[in-house]
């Protein structure tokens, strides 16, 4: 029987773990914290949310078209950095005229449009990184997580109202992007590789990144050496320090 433990008690599966929940409280914390910050774009409700509905198609019809072809990690990635990047210039931008208040909006609106595309990739992702044996578990922690950044995603227009820095909430929906954006470069990729089953068959998965590096697998080099004895002549033989035969040196390969 496995239990939330099991995502966290083995090397590979508990980076996998730690590093998507990184991802998904930074997916509908930046996706709600920007629709909040953010002006509305038509005075009316019901063509407001038509014009919200069909530009969000775009980013969803890239990210399918995208993640077939290059796999789920690299736009992911990009989907955050570009959203992350975005939220900051909007955070920066004043907002002290009208002209500003545009621009400001309209920088807003194509960050949410790559968070969009985060939630889009994200799903799908997920479940190709966790065994069989636990993804139902894992999915569930990630799902938590993501409802913890919606839940705090609404007080960023309160900050922003309290504070000096009006451009504070887009600001700290930035940061939490940039670093889910290397969160999600750190993950494995998962196109053309095998479903795992079980958590063995993860761990001897190769990693992503430099936790991939990190983690290559040690392995016995064995160097043997020999010591020839010294040459009689007429300056003073130096002492000479031998290694014992099959000397075993452990480096990474």
């Given at each position: 029987?496995?239990?939330?433990a099991d995502?966290f008690r083995?090397?590979?599966?508990?980076?996998?773990?730690?590093?998507?929940l990184t991802?998904?409280?930074?997916?509908?914390f930046?996706?709600?914290?920007?629709?909040?910050?953010?002006?509305?774009?038509?005075?009316?409700?019901?063509?407001?949310?038509?014009?919200?509905?069909?530009?969000?198609?775009?980013?969803?019809a890239?990210?399918?078209?995208?993640?077939?072809?290059?796999?789920?990690?690299?736009?992911?990635?990009?989907?955050?950095?570009t959203?992350?990047?975005?939220?900051?210039?909007?955070?920066?931008?004043?907002?002290?005229s009208?002209a500003?208040v545009?621009?400001?909006?309209?920088?807003?609106?194509?960050?949410?449009?790559?968070?969009?595309?985060?939630?889009?990739v994200?799903?799908?992702?997920?479940?190709?990184?966790?065994?069989?044996?636990?993804?139902?578990?894992?999915?569930?922690?990630?799902?938590?997580n993501?409802?913890?950044?919606?839940?705090?995603?609404?007080?960023?227009?309160?900050?922003?109202?309290?504070?000096?820095?009006?451009?504070?909430g887009?600001?700290?929906?930035?940061?939490?992007?940039?670093?889910a954006?290397?969160?999600?470069?750190?993950?494995?990729?998962?196109?053309?590789?095998?479903?795992?089953?079980?958590?063995?068959?993860?761990?001897?998965?190769?990693?992503?990144?430099?936790?991939?590096?990190?983690?290559?697998?040690?392995?016995?080099?064995?160097?043997?050496?020999?010591?020839?004895?010294?040459?009689h002549?007429?300056?003073?033989?130096?002492?000479?320090?031998?290694?014992?035969?099959?000397?075993?040196?452990?480096t990474?390969?």
């Open positions: 029987m496995y239990t939330f995502c083995s090397p590979n599966v508990r980076k996998t773990t730690l590093l998507c991802c998904w409280f930074a997916c509908y930046g996706y709600l914290g920007v629709s909040y910050l953010s002006s509305e774009i038509a005075t009316d409700v019901y063509l407001n949310l038509a014009i919200n509905g069909l530009l969000e198609l775009i980013p969803i890239l990210a399918a078209t995208v993640a077939s072809r290059l796999g789920n990690r690299l736009p992911l990635a990009t989907y955050f950095l959203g992350g990047i975005f939220a900051v210039i909007a955070g920066v931008i004043p907002g002290s009208h500003e545009i621009a400001q909006n309209i920088v807003a609106f194509l960050s949410r449009l790559a968070f969009v595309g985060t939630c889009c994200i799903f799908v992702y997920t479940t190709e990184l966790f065994p069989t044996v636990i993804r139902n578990n894992a999915f569930s922690l990630c799902c938590t993501l409802r913890i950044g919606s839940m705090i995603a609404p007080l960023l227009p309160l900050m922003a109202a309290n504070t000096s820095f009006k451009g504070s887009f600001i700290f929906v930035g940061i939490a992007a940039i670093i954006a290397l969160a999600a470069w750190l993950l494995r990729e998962t196109k053309g590789q095998p479903l795992a089953r079980t958590i063995d068959e993860v761990e001897k998965l190769a990693y992503g990144g430099m936790i991939g590096f990190l983690q290559l697998p040690l392995q016995t080099v064995k160097f043997n050496f020999r010591v020839r004895p010294p040459h002549s007429g300056l003073r033989a130096k002492s000479v320090v031998a290694l014992e035969p099959d000397s075993t040196i452990a990474r390969v």
